[in-house]
């Protein structure tokens, strides 16, 4: 019987030090022109004693590669991991953190650092081929706070070139311990860490979770990362997985807030004035999870008269809750919001 012969990978050329964040993009875009093809790339370090092989394979060009780590070239060389993703901050600190032996905390002490996608990181420069480090890198001053025994942050960076999320995940993946500052020069939220996991969490409006998921809601402000800072408060309870997730949902609401034209200065209008509240908790009882009872107290807020804007001045409430409560009350068809004052009169369907 014929059998068709397996298609061979493509591999490309070995690298000599473990690969920057714009290699590992390049690769990136290389598999995706290649669905259904394996794409390896030799990684040869410490003058050719160890060899990895970084492989990808897009099996579906809807979905996200799968990209694995194996701890050398051969047919017989073991996986070291295996994830689907399309952030490379994330599939960087990954590799590195195999690749180089140590977190990115160890290798703080060299002195130096190099810049990923806008995030400063206290690295070698030479484990990220920048072999010219511009003078200057790694000697930030910049501090939080007050007290002579604060060190210069280790990390730090904009939103706009690293999202809050991929910030949190490089954090839990190299195990590091201190604070991470982030301000947008309005508000500011502090997270404290403990070999990656977040223990302590304040912000102005939250602490603890919220504080968290709070954070993985900002698209917009500066961090920093002190490692030396530490606190006596337990105040975070959740795993850093479990409030990444929870993150994500609470983005995906949004989105779909966003779509449905609601500001801050949105007029909310009750679509049915005359529910019962057995009604609203049946609407409700299926949407996303949060306290029913706060949700009634909002709903009872919501007069056809006010902006969300003047719901949440008189009762604040942060992004983790009131997020979902509008989700809620949209997606259920409860309420809704016109893009225009003079429909306020108008009920749609």
């Known amino acids: 019987m014929y059998r068709p012969k397996p298609i061979p990978p ?34 040869i370090v410490d003058e050719g004693r160890r060899a990895f092989l970084l492989a990808a394979t897009l099996t579906n060009e ?11 070239v051969g047919i017989k060389a073991p996986l070291l991991w295996t994830h689907t993703t399309c952030d490379m901050h994330f599939l960087l600190n990954l590799v590195l953190n195999d690749i180089t032996g140590a977190s990115i905390e ?33 000697t930030n001053t910049s501090m939080t706070g007050s007290g002579a025994d604060r060190t210069a942050a280790t990390l730090e960076g904009d939103l706009k070139n690293i999202p809050s999320a991929s910030i949190l995940q490089s954090v839990l993946i190299s ?24 223990t302590h969490g304040t912000s102005i409006e939250t602490t603890g979770d919220k504080s968290v998921i709070e954070l993985l809601t900002w698209d917009k402000g500066r961090f920093k990362f002190f490692p030396n800072e530490r606190s006596m408060e337990k105040t975070v309870n959740k795993r850093m997985e479990v409030l990444l997730m929870e993150g994500v949902a609470l983005l995906d609401q949004r989105t779909y807030l966003t779509q449905q034209n609601l500001t801050m200065e949105s007029y909310l209008i009750r679509k049915d004035p005359n529910l019962s509240e057995a009604d609203f908790q049946t609407r409700v009882a299926n949407a ?5 009872n706060v ?42 919001c016109p893009s225009d004052r003079r429909l306020l009169r108008r009920n749609p369907d």
């Open 295 to 336: 949700q009634k107290q909002f709903y009872r807020r919501v007069d056809s008269q006010s902006t969300l804007f003047e719901i949440l001045r008189a009762w604040p409430m942060p992004k983790s809750e009131w997020i979902p409560i509008m989700f809620n009350l949209i997606a259920a068809k409860l309420s809704w």
């Open 10 to 43: 493509i591999r490309l050329n070995q690298l000599e030090v473990a690969p920057t964040y714009e290699q590992l993009h390049a690769f990136y875009e290389q598999v995706r022109k290649a669905p259904g093809r394996r794409l390896e790339l030799p990684i």
């Open 106 to 138: 160890d290798t703080l002490s060299k002195g130096t650092s190099t810049e990923i996608a806008g995030m400063r990181l206290g690295l070698n420069p030479a484990l990220f081929g920048h072999r010219d480090a511009p003078v200057g890198w790694g």
């Open 288 to 292: 996303a999870p949060i306290s029913i």
């Open 175 to 198: 195990k590091l311990s201190g604070l991470l500052s982030v301000s947008d020069g309005s508000e500011e939220i502090k997270i404290y860490f403990v070999d990656g996991m977040p």
């Open 62 to 72: 809807a979905n996200d590669p799968d990209f694995q780590l194996l701890a050398g």
